[in-house]
């Protein structure tokens, strides 16, 4: 389970972050949804280790992940919302790379690599150079790099962002297969329709504060029956 207490970044006189709080169960796929500027990325990043909070803590399991860092992150997998890839590494080169990072045992990391190649449509383009790669390319190799370890947690920052329609297809149902067999999942989306599909709770966060989390058919039942994710959201950042 993943715990978040009273969590607060700041960058200068901004606040990202406002006390935010939340608990996600193990096998829970969580969407968080927010504007531009809401903290959704400052959380992610906060969460993988990239930022400190001011203050606050998060636990994954009881264990606190900003004194324990190192071990925390070797159970997450994280795509963040623009690729960080080492473009002079072919596709197949940067996630072998991956592998050894992870210490994915060598026996079966070939055939996880040529799996996730294949089903993100890439198994043509493997030896090509990532910097010739268009931006779709590069999301799904982003993605293929942080699922190849199966990691209990996935942190993934708006992560259909230019993957074409075959490639959501597979990744949506993908990622609901992993909830459950226990990975637990934050999925960050402007795409609201997805969000209402897949996820099992919603979280929408609002200058740096949670403003309303639950079941797609409880935020219905609060806010007026037959009414859209869409329509919720709307209603609670217009205040």
Same mark, same amino acid.
């Given at each position: 389970?993943?715990?978040?207490?009273?969590?607060?970044?700041?960058?200068?006189?901004?606040?990202?972050?406002?006390?935010?709080?939340?608990?996600?169960?193990?096998?829970?796929?969580?969407?968080?949804?927010?504007?531009?500027?809401?903290?959704?990325?400052?959380?992610?990043?906060?969460?993988?280790?990239?930022?400190?909070?001011?203050?606050?803590?998060?636990?994954?399991?009881?264990?606190?992940?900003?004194?324990?860092?190192?071990?925390?992150?070797?159970?997450?997998?994280? %795509?963040?919302? /623009?690729?960080? =890839?080492? @473009?002079?590494? !072919?596709?197949?080169?940067?996630? #072998?790379? &991956?592998?050894?990072?992870?210490?994915?045992?060598?026996?079966?990391?070939?055939?996880?690599?040529?799996?996730?190649?294949?089903?993100?449509?890439?198994?043509?383009?493997?030896?090509?150079?990532?910097?010739?790669?268009?931006?779709?390319?590069?999301?799904?190799?982003?993605?293929?790099?942080?699922?190849? %370890?199966?990691? /209990?947690?996935? =942190?993934? @920052?708006?992560? !259909?962002?230019?993957?074409?329609? #075959?490639? &959501?297809?597979?990744?949506?149902?993908?990622?609901?297969?992993?909830?459950?067999?226990?990975?637990?999942?934050?999925?960050?989306?402007?795409?609201?329709?997805?969000?209402?599909?897949?996820?099992?709770?919603?979280?929408?966060?609002?200058?740096?504060?949670?403003?309303?989390?639950?079941?797609?058919?409880?935020?219905?039942?609060?806010?007026?029956?037959?009414?859209?994710?869409?329509?919720?959201?709307?209603?609670?950042?217009?205040?």
């Amino acid at each position: 389970m993943i715990k978040i207490e009273n969590l607060s970044r700041s960058f200068e006189q901004v606040r990202a972050l406002d006390d935010f709080s939340v608990e996600i169960k193990r096998g829970e796929l969580f969407g968080l949804i927010g504007p531009n500027g809401a903290g959704k990325s400052t959380l992610m990043k906060c969460l993988i280790g990239l930022l400190k909070p001011d203050k606050g803590e998060i636990l994954i399991d009881g264990e606190n992940a900003v004194e324990n860092s190192i071990s925390v992150k070797k159970r997450i997998g994280y %795509a963040p919302e /623009d690729p960080v =890839l080492y @473009d002079y590494l !072919t596709g197949m080169e940067f996630l #072998e790379f &991956i592998t050894d990072l992870r210490k994915v045992p060598r026996e079966i990391s070939g055939e996880k690599i040529k799996s996730l190649l294949q089903n993100f449509g890439l198994e043509g383009k493997a030896n090509q150079l990532i910097a010739d790669y268009s931006h779709g390319m590069k999301q799904k190799i982003s993605l293929a790099a942080a699922l190849i %370890a199966e990691p /209990d947690i996935l =942190l993934l @920052d708006e992560p !259909t962002n230019a993957l074409d329609p #075959e490639s &959501i297809f597979w990744f949506k149902n993908h990622l609901q297969q992993l909830c459950e067999s226990g990975v637990t999942i934050i999925f960050s989306s402007h795409i609201l329709d997805t969000v209402e599909k897949i996820c099992d709770r919603v979280g929408i966060i609002h200058r740096g504060k949670m403003v309303a989390c639950d079941t797609i058919k409880a935020l219905r039942r609060k806010f007026g029956g037959n009414v859209s994710l869409e329509d919720i959201f709307m209603h609670l950042i217009s205040k």
